[in-house]
């Protein structure tokens, strides 16, 4: 079995920056790719980020392109989210997820481990 946690959320003003984290334990070698999603009140959940397992790759959705950036350290055993200048719009619950085979997806249904999400909040 495998567990993700993620941590770092808040509640920050508008133009902040924030890291999440998410720390893998268990059996890692579950974790391959692993992918950030977030989910608003009231709308589906969002692919947010992906990565590979090595790092050596990396997508960002359009919509946060140039603002978050994903990022992993496999010797500690997590991954990361940098979200730069956020917006009230990125209020939000945010997930990540892994998975053992694969490439980082966009799909949540392709991740088959998944934390508990950490609560982003941003005022205006």
């Known amino acids: 079995q495998v567990t993700l946690v993620e941590s770092g959320g808040g509640l920050v003003q508008a133009g902040e920056s924030l890291r999440l984290t998410c720390t893998i334990s268990?059996?890692?070698?579950?974790?391959?790719?692993m992918a950030w999603f977030r989910q608003s009140a009231g709308k589906e959940r969002e692919f947010v980020s992906g990565i590979s397992d090595n790092g050596g790759y990396t997508d960002v959705a359009e919509s946060v392109k140039g603002r978050f950036f994903v990022s992993r350290d496999n010797a500690k055993n997590e991954a990361y989210l940098d979200v730069d200048i956020l917006k009230p719009e990125d209020t939000a619950v945010y997930y990540c997820?892994?998975?053992?085979?694969?490439?980082?997806?966009?799909?949540?249904?392709?991740?088959?481990?998944w934390g508990q999400g950490t609560q982003v909040t941003v005022s205006s």
């Open positions: 997820a892994g998975r053992a085979r694969g490439y980082a997806s966009q799909s949540g249904e392709d991740y088959t481990s």
């Open positions: 268990g059996r890692t070698e579950y974790v391959a790719a």
